[in-house]
């Protein structure tokens, strides 16, 4: 049985707490966190022993659960490695550039396992469409989401954009050609709103919208490809495929359409979404990994190339911006 201590019991630690509490290959042996109020609240209502010394956590443990603002990323990560424990850590894998490539390196040395929570990944109405063969050539996206304060240490990119980066990384098999965008800070320094559009080699064009100050919340990614369309509302957990119908294809409404081709029958599909709890799949996915010896879902790497065409969205929209 493994042995885990949580690094950070605030708001999404806590979700941790209680997802590693049901995971029965696991063992919770204690946590970290240096707010004293918190670290009281969670020592009583978890019955769960507090370290004030984050070595020696990781000494009692076998895996390290690094659940802290995004600027302790690397500290931990980098002590957890040292230490040869296996590493989850939260989005984005660490605070510069600098930090995530070392993490990386650390983690090939090391040989031990590190995944990087883009839960997103383990959205059951992504998980409806994974066996599809989905290769798309224009991606749209909007994630809003009201404003909250927790969390606003990063810019939106990197605390709501950078899911859907993960996402369609993992969709187009090409390498990125050319990145545009545009933000604005409105409640913060960094922005909080932004507009992005990613070329890829394979010309596939995403375009991908990102607000933490919006009135009403979204996260949803539509995906177009020759023949198909494939609808992903992550929010609400439904998924809608619209393709022209295969001779195999039952159970599906279709109708009939005239094109300049001749007449085509298109298909319209609600594949059944699997009630699955994302942080559940992906701390078991994780352990997983470590007890099988097989690569995380989203490995060091991704977590790595993520960060990057977030940092490179970054970059475009300081250059873009105009001082008064």
């Not at 989005?91 to 883009?118: D, F, Y």
């Not at 800070?185 to 507009?195: F, Q």
Request: charged fraction near 25%; include cysteine.
């Amino acid at each position: 049985m493994l042995k885990v201590g949580v690094f950070g019991t605030g708001h999404l630690g806590k979700f941790h707490l209680n997802n590693w509490k049901e995971i029965a290959e696991v063992e919770l042996v204690g946590f970290f966190d240096p707010d004293d109020a918190i670290a009281k609240e969670v020592s009583e209502k978890y019955q769960l022993p507090r370290f004030v010394d984050a070595g020696a956590l990781m000494d009692a443990c076998d895996v390290v659960d690094v659940v802290a603002p995004t600027n302790h990323h690397f500290d931990i990560c980098e002590m957890a490695i040292k230490k040869s424990r296996h590493v989850f850590v939260e989005k984005p894998l660490a605070n510069t550039m600098n930090e995530a490539r070392q993490l990386v390196t650390l983690a090939k040395e090391s040989g031990i396992k590190l995944q990087v929570g883009h839960v997103e990944r383990f959205n059951p109405a992504f998980l409806a469409v994974k066996d599809l063969h989905l290769n798309p050539m224009f991606i749209e996206v909007h994630r809003l989401a009201e404003f909250n304060p927790r969390g606003t240490e990063v810019s939106v990119i990197l605390d709501l954009m950078i899911h859907d980066i993960d996402i369609i990384l993992s969709l187009v098999k090409s390498d990125v050609k050319n990145i545009s965008a545009s933000g604005v800070g409105v409640m913060t320094e960094t922005p909080d709103i932004a507009n992005v559009r990613i070329e890829f080699n394979n010309g596939c064009v995403a375009n991908l919208t990102s607000s933490r100050i919006s009135m009403k919340k979204m996260r949803k990614i539509r995906l177009f490809q020759k023949d198909a369309y494939i609808g992903i509302d992550f929010l609400n957990k439904k998924t809608e495929i619209i393709k022209l119908k295969e001779p195999q294809d039952t159970n599906v409404f279709a109708f009939d359409i005239a094109t300049p081709t001749g007449k085509k029958t298109i298909a319209m599909a609600n594949p059944v979404v699997p009630e699955v709890n994302a942080i559940k799949e992906e701390l078991t996915a994780f352990i997983q990994s470590i007890q099988n010896n097989t690569k995380p879902v989203v490995s060091e790497i991704d977590g790595l190339m993520a960060m990057d065409v977030a940092h490179q969205i970054l970059e475009k929209i300081g250059n873009n911006t105009i001082t008064q």
